[in-house]
């Protein structure tokens, strides 16, 4: 693949923010992973988790790439999910090092996802199962699944500067 390449320009965006995770992650004491700075907000509600914030950003990545799969017909619409399913913040995730061993195995899929697609796989489209009025294509997954995993890394970075404040 040309360093340069579309696909190639996407796994260094996966490769970037597995690394960002893992930095959040590093040093990190199991408790913090469940602190959230307040637990209601006159906008928008409870505050999430630094932990959820960040195993929401791996599930939703598996989630967009699995729609993008499903897209291309290589899966089955049931297939389309996050990598622990329901359970995306279960007891597991309250460990900094299962935490970083979820994102090692994400970087893989994400790996193995791009090694198998071709420039033309990215024009790939197909109406959504459930939504036939909205189209779905793999372009537009991939590039929502890194912008939606930005979004939590960035959140997940004020929450844990927000955490580290009074232990400063």
């Given at each position: 693949?040309?360093?340069?390449?579309?696909?190639?320009?996407?796994?260094?965006?996966?490769?970037?923010?597995?690394?960002?995770?893992?930095?959040?992650?590093?040093?990190?004491?199991?408790?913090?992973?469940?602190?959230?700075?307040?637990?209601?907000?006159?906008?928008?509600?409870?505050?999430?988790?630094?932990?959820?914030?960040?195993?929401?950003?791996?599930?939703?990545?598996?989630?967009?790439?699995?729609?993008?799969?499903?897209?291309?017909?290589?899966?089955?619409?049931?297939?389309?999910?996050?990598?622990?399913?329901?359970?995306?913040?279960?007891?597991?995730?309250?460990?900094?090092?299962?935490?970083?061993?979820?994102?090692?195995?994400?970087?893989?899929?994400?790996?193995?996802?791009?090694?198998?697609?071709?420039?033309?796989?990215?024009?790939?489209?197909?109406?959504?199962?459930?939504?036939?009025?909205?189209?779905?294509?793999?372009?537009?997954?991939?590039?929502?699944?890194?912008?939606?995993?930005?979004?939590?890394?960035?959140?997940a970075e004020l929450t844990r500067q927000l955490w580290a404040l009074p232990r400063a």
């Open positions: 693949m040309n360093a340069t390449s579309e696909l190639a320009t996407y796994r260094r965006f996966f490769d970037n923010m597995a690394g960002d995770i893992d930095l959040l992650l590093a040093d990190l004491p199991a408790e913090a992973l469940l602190w959230k700075p307040f637990e209601r907000s006159p906008w928008r509600g409870p505050a999430g988790s630094l932990g959820w914030l960040i195993a929401h950003a791996i599930s939703s990545t598996y989630y967009l790439l699995r729609r993008a799969e499903w897209t291309m017909a290589r899966i089955e619409w049931e297939a389309v999910n996050g990598d622990e399913g329901s359970d995306e913040f279960g007891a597991a995730n309250h460990d900094p090092a299962y935490l970083r061993a979820r994102t090692r195995r994400m970087v893989a899929y994400v790996q193995l996802l791009f090694d198998s697609l071709s420039p033309h796989d990215l024009d790939a489209s197909r109406p959504h199962p459930q939504h036939p009025d909205r189209i779905l294509t793999v372009r537009f997954d991939i590039q929502h699944a890194f912008e939606h995993m930005s979004r939590h890394i960035g959140h």
